[in-house]
């Protein structure tokens, strides 16, 4: 399995999640509407510096071979963000948050989950194996 556009796309998911996060959290509070507090701000800053630094490892990782063995902490990594994200995502809109950006984001975390998963339990292909 190819990797790349796993790495790629999680890479630009991750990063721009992480710069809106980063620049923008009175906004991203009120959407959801929450209170802007020194607290409440500081934490969506540093998810968003969290996600980014996710970001920046996938982009530097998008061209070494991952699966089974290989770089596996790059993948156990990617798969438990999203894999437990997934899951409070899931709680959060079954508690009834009812917003179109919350089930977005929470499908599009269960395929990135789902994908990582895969790559965790299988053996990568590669050039050679074609």
Same mark, same amino acid.
């Given at each position: !399995? %190819?990797?790349?556009i796993? !790495?790629?796309s999680s890479?630009v998911?991750m990063g721009?999640l992480?710069?809106?996060a980063?620049?923008f959290?009175?906004e991203i509070l009120?959407?959801l509407?929450q209170?802007?507090?020194i607290?409440?701000?500081?934490?969506?800053? !540093?998810?968003g510096?969290?996600?980014?630094a996710?970001?920046m490892?996938?982009? !530097?990782?998008?061209?070494?071979?991952?699966g089974?063995? @290989?770089?596996?902490?790059?993948a156990?990594?990617?798969?438990? %963000?999203f894999m437990?994200? /997934?899951?409070?995502l899931?709680k959060?809109v /079954?508690?009834g948050l009812? @917003?179109?950006?919350?089930?977005i984001l929470?499908?599009?975390?269960?395929?990135?989950?789902?994908?990582?998963?895969k790559?965790?339990?299988t %053996?990568?292909?590669?050039?050679n194996?074609k």
């Open positions: !399995m %190819h990797t790349k796993l !790495m790629t890479s998911f721009l992480g710069i809106a980063l620049f959290p009175g009120q959407a509407n209170n802007e507090t607290i409440s701000s500081l934490l969506v800053q !540093m998810a510096t969290l996600l980014f996710f970001a490892l996938n982009w !530097m990782s998008r061209l070494n071979v991952i089974g063995i @290989y770089n596996r902490p790059v156990i990594g990617n798969f438990t %963000h437990v994200g /997934a899951i409070f899931i959060t /079954a508690a009812n @917003y179109t950006s919350v089930f929470c499908a599009v975390y269960i395929v990135f989950a789902l994908w990582f998963g790559i965790i339990f %053996h990568p292909v590669t050039e194996d």
